[in-house]
C-alpha cells in the first residue's frame, strides 16, 4: 500500500509546486507566455530527420470526411489542416498573423481591399503549382450558396475575390477590417487545386507537410512526407500516421507501450502519475481556450444582471483549477480575451469566489435563495460534470441550491446547449478581441452562447473593427471587455493549457497555442530524439 | 422452414423498431456531425442535402426495399464526389468482427466444456470452489475493467502483447493474432462464465435421474458416467446458451472494441447512432439481429441433431 | 404464496445453520451488504457529497480509504454506494422478474395467440443489441435514475420471459395442472398457485447472475457516457471513474470492483446451495 500513498502525496505537492512555478514563469514571460513549453527541462536535441511518427487522438469518427467546410474534432483538423494543408496566413507564436502561403499582404487605408502575394515556386502534392485562381476557388468554396462550411459566417463580409495577372489575390470587403488577416488563418480555408474554378478537396492533394497515402474514417490515416513542402527543412519525420483512440486509458496505454508517440485528451485525474513514467514527457501550452458555464440572459431567473453577478461570485474557480485542470491553466475573471491577447485587460474588481458578496447580489434581486438546475455532459468540457459537482457545494455556502443534471454527451449540442438556461461549454478563444467578440459576444453571433444581446456593447464593436492599431482601439477594447465581464452571462472558470504527453523518442522547439497542439503541425514540427 | 420464416418476420420488425427508435432520438444527423459550430444555416443546407427533410416513413420505405435487393444506400456522410455506401463501409468491419468472434469461440468454448465438466465431476471439491468463483469473479467485472486489468499485466507490465488492437485487411495472420490476444482473451474471460455455468448445472441436473443412478450402480467410474451419458443428455441447454454467447461475442462486444481500438461492427454502429447516420444504424441493426436469428436457429438444429429422440418426443423419456 | 413455495423458503431458511461453508459464508456476507445499505448513514464517516479533503488524499486515520478527485471521502461514498447499487440492482432484478416471469407464465399457460403474440415481441427485443439499445433508449428518454430502472429491466425481461416460458411449458402439460383445469380454476390461479411454485428453481439460478449483471450493464453504459446522475455514488459508475489509475498499478478501482465481486459470488453461493437443496441431488 506504500506505493499507493507516496504517489497522493507526491501529486499533491507536485500539483501546488507546479502551479507556484507556472505563476512565476508566466509573469517573467508576459505576453510572450504563450511560446515556451513550460515544462522545466533540459535544452532541446537538434531537430533530425527520418521515423515513423504514430499519434493516437481521442477523436475521429466514421462519418468523417476531407471536406474543409467543416473539421468536427482535433483528428480531422490535424489531418486536414496540421498534416494535409496550409492556408494564405498563419498565427504566430506571439498571437500575430503572419503569411503561410502568402509571402506578404497590405490593406488599402480604408482596411477594405487587402491584396496577398503568393510565395514563389508553390506546388501540390501532385506536382502541379499552386496560381491565384486556386486560392480564389478555395476560398470561394466556403462561399456558395449550397456551403454549409463552418466558416462561411466569418467570410460574410467579402464582396468580391479577384487574382491579379501577377500571381497576387485582392479581396473586397463591405466593411473595412484591420484583423481580416487573422480570418484567413481559420484552419478550414486551406488551399486546393482546382480545375476551372472547381476544387478538389475529394483527393486530400494540398499543399501540406504530408502527402495522404491511406485515410480510414473513424481509425487511421497514413502519410508520407512531401518533399516540396515549402517550409525549409520541414517535415522532420519522414512518415506519419494518425490513430483514433477514443479510449482515454487505452490511449494512455498504449503511449506507455510505445505503440504511439503522442497522446491528447490525457485523464487529467492521473496527469501526475503519467508525469512520473521517466520515459514521458507532459507539454502544457498556455492559450486562448476557456471554460465556462454559460446563463442565457433571457430566460428567468437569468434574466436579472444582479442573479448573474449572484452566481459569478458563488463558484470558486481556484479550487475547480486545482482539482479538474490539476492547475493546468489561469483562472477566469469573465472575460474572454486571454492575457496574452494584444488589448487585453483585467476587469475590477475581480470575481472571485466570496458567498457574502453572492448574498448581496442575490438580496439585490431581492431574492433570499436560489435554486438553479445546471446542465452537463462529458462533451460539455474536459472534467465539466466534476466542475459543477464543485460549483454546487461552493454554491451552497451563499446560499444558492444548484441542481447538477447529467445530460447525454449524445445530442448535447443540439438540446442542452443555447436550449437550456444554465450549461457548460468551452470556446478555443481566438487571438483577437474582434475576431473573439465578433464569433462569441455580438448580438447576432451564431455562437453567441448566452444569448446576450447589448447595443452599447454592439455599436462598440462595429467602431473598433475599422480602427487602425492604437491607443483609441485599446481603449475601447477595455471598455467593451468591462462590459462583458459585469453583464455577460458567461461565467469563465479558468482558461485552460493544452495538455497532451509525447515518448521521449520525440522532441519538439518552442510550441504555439493557437490553433491548438503547437498549430497542429506536431507531425511536421517535431523530430525524433 | 416455418422457424426461418418467422426468423425474417422477426428481422423486418427488427429494422423497423430500429428505425422508431433512431427518429425518437432527440437531435439531428446534421446537427450531430457539424458539431456545436455549426451556424443555423448551415445545419439547414445539410438537412436538405441528405434528406432528412423528407416525412420518415418516406425514407423508412426507400430504405427497406433497397435492402431487399441487397441495396444499403448511402451513409449519410457521403458527398457529391465522395459516395461512401454502406455496404463498403460494415463489410471489413464485419469481417473483422468474425475474426475477433471466432477467435475468442476457439478458446472459450472448449475451455468451458472442460472447466464445466471438472466441476460437475468434483463438485465440492477445492477445484469447483475455485473454478466457481473465478469465473464469477470475471462476469462481474466491467468488461472494461477486465480489459484495462489485462492491458496493465501483459503490456505496461509484461510487454507481450499491444494494447492497440488496430488491424487492416494488409495485416497478416500472426500479427493479427498478436494484436488481437487481449481483445480476445477480455471476450472469454467474460463468457466462459456462463457457458461453464450452465454446463455444470446441466450435468448435475442430469445426475439425478435414474439411468445415471443405474449407471452408477453398474459401477461405471464417474468421468465414464458424465462424458458416457450425462454430457449427451444435457446437451440441449449447453448448447443454446453457447449459441447465445456466440451471437454475444458478434454483437456485445462495443466495449471491448473501443478499448482496444478494434475495427469492428459495434463501434461503427455507436459512431452512426450517436452521428444519427441511419442508414448505417439500420443495416449494423438488422446484421445484428440476423446473427442473432441465425444462432439461436443454428443451436435449434444442433440440438435435434445432437438428440434425435427430440424428433419425436413423444415416444422418448425426455421431460 | 402458495404452500409449496412457503415449503421451499422454510427449508432454505432453517437449513441455513446446516448449510455449507460456502452459502453460510455468502449468507453473513449479504447480511452485511443490507446493513450497509440500510445503515449508510449512520455507518459512513462522512456525507456522500460533502467535499471533506484535498483531492486524492493518502489512507489515513481521517480517511481510511482516502478521497476521491474532489475530495470526498472514498469510504462514506462505498458504503452510501451500497445503499444505491443495491437498490438499483434489487428494484432492476425483480421488476424484469416479475414482469418477464409472470408473462412468460401466460404465454405457457395461455398459449395460441397469446404465446405467439408475446413470444414475437420478446424475439424482436431479444434481437437487437442490447447495450446500443439501451443506449439510444436512454439518450432518447433522458437517463434519470427511473428510466434507467425501466429499461434494464424491460431488457432483462425479455430473457427471464423466455426461460420462464420454456420451463412452465413443460409444467404446463403435467396432470396436476390438467387437473386444476377441470375443476374450473381461473388462468390466473392456476399461473400463481400451480405452475410458478415448480419454475421457481431455474428462476432463482438466473436470478443470482441477472442481478450481477444490472452492475455490469450500469458500468457499461456510464463507459458509453450515460449512466447515474453526479453525485450520487454508486459502484459501477466508481470504477469507471477510477478505471484508469489501474494502468499505474494503483488498487483504488480494485474497491468497487471488489466489492461487487464478492456481493456476486456471496448471491451465487447461497443461489446455488438454494438449488441443491430444491434439486434434492445427494452429495
Known amino acids: ?529 | ?319 | 404464496m402458495s404452500r409449496a413455495l412457503v415449503s421451499h423458503m422454510v427449508k432454505a431458511w432453517g437449513g441455513a445453520r446446516n448449510a455449507p461453508v460456502m452459502a453460510q459464508v455468502g449468507l453473513v456476507v449479504m447480511i452485511f451488504y443490507a446493513a450497509l445499505a440500510l445503515l449508510a448513514p449512520l455507518i459512513a464517516p462522512y456525507p456522500e457529497t460533502a467535499l471533506v479533503g484535498g483531492m486524492f488524499e493518502p489512507w489515513s486515520a481521517t480517511f481510511p480509504l482516502g478521497t476521491d478527485q474532489l475530495g470526498r471521502d472514498f469510504l462514506s461514498r462505498l458504503i452510501y454506494g451500497a445503499r444505491n447499487t443495491i437498490g438499483l440492482a434489487l428494484a432492476t432484478t425483480l421488476l424484469a422478474f416479475t414482469t418477464g416471469g409472470f408473462l412468460g407464465l401466460v404465454a405457457a399457460e395461455r398459449g395460441g395467440w397469446v404465446d405467439q403474440v408475446l413470444s414475437r415481441i420478446v424475439d424482436v427485443l431479444m434481437a437487437m443489441p442490447q447495450l446500443i439499445f439501451a443506449l439510444v433508449l436512454l439518450t432518447a428518454f433522458g437517463s434519470s435514475i427511473l428510466n434507467l430502472v425501466l429499461i434494464i429491466a424491460a431488457l432483462d425481461a425479455t430473457r427471464v420471459f423466455r426461460l420462464a416460458r420454456a420451463v412452465a411449458l413443460n409444467v404446463v402439460s403435467l396432470d396436476f395442472v390438467e387437473a386444476a383445469r377441470l375443476q374450473g380454476h381461473g388462468a390466473l390461479r392456476i399461473i400463481l398457485f400451480e405452475v410458478l411454485p415448480n419454475v421457481i428453481p431455474p428462476l432463482v439460478a438466473e436470478l443470482g447472475l441477472r442481478f450481477c449483471f444490472v452492475f455490469l450493464t450500469i458500468s457499461a453504459l456510464s463507459f458509453l457516457g450515460i449512466g447515474i446522475q453526479p453525485p450520487t455514488a454508486d459502484w459501477g459508475s466508481m470504477v469507471r471513474e477510477t478505471a484508469a489509475l489501474i494502468s499505474y498499478g494503483d488498487v483504488t478501482p480494485l474497491l468497487p470492483a471488489g466489492a461487487i465481486v464478492l456481493l456476486a459470488i456471496a448471491v451465487n453461493f447461497v443461489v446455488d446451495w438454494f438449488l441443491l437443496k430444491a434439486s434434492g441431488l445427494k452429495e
Open chain 1, 1 to 529: 500500500m506504500s506505493d499507493f500513498e507516496k504517489w497522493k502525496a507526491l501529486l499533491l505537492g507536485g500539483a501546488l509546486n507546479r502551479r507556484d512555478f507556472l505563476a512565476g514563469a508566466a509573469a517573467l514571460a508576459g505576453t510572450a507566455g504563450l511560446s515556451a513549453g513550460l515544462a522545466p527541462r533540459a535544452a532541446h536535441a537538434e531537430p533530425k530527420r527520418g521515423g515513423h511518427m504514430r499519434l493516437g487522438l481521442g477523436s475521429g469518427s466514421t462519418n468523417d470526411t476531407l471536406n474543409p467546410w467543416n473539421y468536427p474534432d482535433a483528428f480531422t483538423t490535424m489531418l486536414g489542416y496540421g498534416c494535409l494543408g496550409n492556408c494564405l496566413v498563419e498565427v504566430d507564436a506571439e498571437g500575430n498573423a503572419v503569411g503561410d502561403l502568402a509571402e506578404s499582404f497590405a490593406a488599402s487605408d480604408d482596411q477594405k481591399t487587402w491584396t496577398f502575394r503568393l510565395r514563389e515556386g508553390l506546388s501540390f502534392h501532385d506536382g502541379r503549382p499552386v496560381r491565384a485562381e486556386d486560392v480564389v476557388a478555395s476560398i470561394r468554396f466556403h462561399m456558395t450558396p449550397e456551403s454549409t462550411s463552418a466558416a462561411k459566417s466569418l467570410l460574410a463580409n467579402i464582396t468580391d475575390i479577384t487574382a491579379t495577372e501577377a500571381g497576387e489575390v485582392v479581396f473586397v470587403l463591405g466593411d473595412g477590417a484591420t484583423d481580416f488577416p487573422y480570418f484567413l488563418a481559420t484552419v478550414l480555408l486551406v488551399i486546393m487545386p482546382s480545375e476551372g474554378g472547381v476544387v478538389d478537396w475529394q483527393s486530400g492533394i494540398r499543399t501540406g507537410p504530408f502527402v495522404l497515402e491511406e485515410f480510414e474514417p473513424g481509425v487511421r490515416a497514413k502519410l508520407r512526407r512531401f518533399e516540396g513542402y515549402h517550409k525549409p527543412g520541414l517535415p522532420y519525420a519522414d512518415s506519419c500516421e494518425l490513430l483514433s483512440i477514443p479510449d482515454t486509458t487505452a490511449r494512455t496505454n498504449a503511449l506507455l507501450s510505445g505503440d504511439v508517440h503522442y497522446v491528447d485528451r490525457l485523464d487529467m485525474r492521473t496527469l501526475g502519475l503519467l508525469g512520473r513514467k521517466p520515459d514521458i514527457r507532459i507539454l502544457n501550452i498556455p492559450g486562448y481556450a476557456h471554460y465556462y458555464f454559460s446563463m442565457l440572459n433571457d430566460v428567468p431567473p437569468f434574466d436579472d444582471p444582479n442573479v448573474r453577478m449572484a452566481l459569478k461570485y458563488a463558484i470558486d474557480r481556484e479550487d475547480i483549477l486545482a482539482k479538474v485542470l490539476q492547475g493546468y491553466g489561469s483562472v477566469g475573471n469573465d472575460n474572454p480575451i486571454a492575457a496574452s491577447v494584444k488589448y487585453a485587460v483585467d476587469p475590477q474588481p475581480v470575481h472571485s469566489y466570496d458567498p457574502d458578496t453572492a448574498r448581496e447580489w442575490l438580496k439585490k434581486s431581492g431574492l433570499e435563495s436560489l435554486t438553479v438546475d445546471l446542465h452537463v455532459a462529458e462533451v460539455g468540457f474536459p472534467g465539466c460534470i466534476d466542475a459543477a459537482v464543485l460549483f454546487k457545494e461552493h454554491a451552497a455556502k451563499a446560499g444558492i441550491d444548484i441542481n447538477v443534471i447529467r445530460e447525454p454527451s449524445d445530442g448535447y449540442w443540439d438540446n442542452v446547449w443555447l436550449k437550456k438556461g444554465f450549461c457548460a461549454t468551452y470556446s478555443d478563444g481566438r487571438p483577437s478581441c474582434d475576431w473573439n467578440f465578433s464569433v462569441f459576444y455580438a448580438a447576432d453571433a451564431a455562437w453567441n452562447d448566452s444569448r446576450w444581446k447589448n447595443a452599447e456593447f454592439d455599436a462598440m464593436l462595429a467602431e473598433g473593427r475599422a480602427l487602425p492599431d492604437g491607443e483609441e482601439r485599446a481603449a475601447l477594447y477595455a471598455k467593451m471587455q468591462d462590459l462583458v465581464q459585469k453583464d455577460g452571462g458567461n461565467i469563465i472558470v479558468a482558461f485552460n493549457d493544452f495538455v497532451c504527453a509525447h515518448s521521449d523518442a520525440i522532441d519538439h522547439g518552442a510550441v504555439v497555442g493557437f490553433p491548438l497542439s503547437d498549430g497542429y503541425r506536431i507531425t511536421s514540427r517535431w523530430w525524433f530524439s
Open chain 2, 1 to 319: 422452414m416455418s422457424r426461418l420464416i418467422l426468423g425474417l418476420m422477426t428481422l423486418v420488425l427488427v429494422s423497423a423498431l430500429i428505425f422508431m427508435v433512431v427518429a425518437l432520438l432527440p437531435g439531428d444527423f446534421a446537427r450531430a456531425i457539424l458539431g456545436p459550430n455549426a451556424t443555423p444555416e448551415t445545419v439547414a443546407a445539410f438537412r436538405h442535402e441528405v434528406g432528412l427533410d423528407r416525412p420518415a416513413l418516406a425514407r423508412y420505405l426507400e430504405w427497406i426495399s433497397g435492402a431487399v435487393r441487397g441495396d444499403f444506400g448511402l451513409s449519410f456522410s457521403s458527398r457529391s464526389g465522395n459516395t461512401r455506401t454502406v455496404a463498403e463501409m460494415i463489410l471489413p468491419r464485419f469481417r473483422n468482427t468474425l475474426f475477433l468472434a471466432g477467435f475468442a469461440a476457439l478458446m472459450a468454448v472448449p475451455l468451458a466444456i472442460t472447466l464445466g465438466v471438472l466441476s460437475a465431476l468434483y463438485r465440492n471439491s477445492w477445484l469447483d470452489r475455485t473454478v466457481n468463483a473465478m469465473t464469477l469473479t470475471s462476469i462481474s467485472l466491467p468488461e472494461f475493467f477486465v480489459a484495462y486489468l489485462l492491458m496493465f499485466f501483459f503490456v505496461v507490465k509484461i510487454p507481450l502483447f499491444y494494447s492497440l488492437a488496430s488491424v487492416d485487411a494488409g495485416t497478416p495472420l500472426g500479427e493479427r493474432l498478436l494484436r488481437t490476444a487481449l481483445p480476445a482473451l477480455t471476450l472469454v474471460l467474460v463468457t466462459v462464465a456462463h457457458m461453464m455455468r450452465m454446463v455444470r448445472a446441466s450435468i448435475i441436473a442430469v445426475l439425478a435421474s435414474p439411468y445415471i443412478e443405474m449407471a452408477r450402480l453398474k459401477g461405471l467410474s464417474p468421468a465414464r458416467i458424465i462424458l458416457r451419458h450425462a454430457l449427451p443428455n444435457a446437451w440441449a441447454p449447453i448448447v443454446s446458451v453457447i449459441a447465445v454467447n456466440l451471437a454475444y461475442l458478434i454483437v456485445g462486444v462495443v466495449v471491448v472494441e473501443v478499448v482496444f481500438v478494434y475495427p469492428g461492427v459495434g463501434q461503427l454502429m455507436v459512431d452512426a447512432v450517436s452521428k444519427r447516420d441511419v442508414p448505417v444504424v439500420q443495416a449494423c441493426a438488422l446484421i445484428f439481429a440476423a446473427t442473432y436469428i441465425l444462432m439461436n436457429l443454428a443451436a435449434d438444429i444442433l440440438t435435434v441433431v445432437s438428440n434425435p429422440r427430440l424428433l419425436h418426443p413423444k415416444e422418448g423419456g425426455v421431460r
